[in-house]
């Protein structure tokens, strides 16, 4: 998998320039390998999944190094602020939360440990970073319990929602032909 990934990616790749186009390349690729899907450009965080999130920059913006100015800004400005705002509305601990700066040219792992963000080593484009993304997501399985995550989960526009509403009117619809079943008729039809 994590193979096919790359090379997709790699297909797009000569293509992004602007972050937009960084995120987009990503995130498609992501979602149809790994059968997920991001909320994208939510709550000022360019990219989400469970707990795991993601600030892409322009194409090549990192320069290859952790004392650049967009480096710098990914990691302590942006993701040392959606972690801990994403963990306290979750009811999570921040250091339950990984966070990933994307340049299409580099990617980087951060995390919070004892209250203050660190990163990882910068790691180039390549198929080894690509599969930690990909790792990084797969692993990510536990939702938080909040209302829009259960709605989105179990809601009426959901895939177990539509199920769940079926199997209900098919179950109503069988008691209600019983003859055994007077008194669920007579509310129904109340």
Not at 148 to 168: K, P, Q, R, Y
């Amino acid at each position: 998998m994590a193979g096919s990934l790359f090379r997709k990616l790699s297909a797009d790749r000569p293509n992004w320039k602007t972050e937009e186009e960084v995120r987009k390349g990503w995130l498609k690729h992501l979602e149809n390998e790994l059968n997920v899907t991001f909320h994208a450009e939510r709550d000022r965080n360019d990219a989400s999944y469970n707990q795991v999130v993601i600030e892409f920059k322009d194409k090549g913006l990192f320069k290859g190094r952790t004392d650049s100015r967009a480096f710098k800004e990914a990691i302590y400005d942006r993701l040392s602020k959606y972690i801990p705002r994403r963990a306290k509305e979750e009811g999570l601990s921040d250091e339950d939360y990984i966070g990933i700066a994307i340049d299409g040219d580099h990617v980087c792992f951060g995390f919070y440990r004892g209250g203050k963000i660190v990163h990882r080593h910068l790691l180039p484009f390549n198929e080894a970073s690509v599969e930690l993304v990909a790792q990084a997501c797969r692993d990510s399985k536990r939702r938080a319990v909040t209302s829009e995550n259960l709605e989105e989960d179990f809601g009426h526009e959901s895939i177990v929602g539509t199920a769940m509403m079926g199997g209900l009117a098919l179950e109503l619809a069988a008691h209600l032909k019983g003859t055994e079943n007077n008194k669920v008729r007579m509310l129904f039809e109340e």
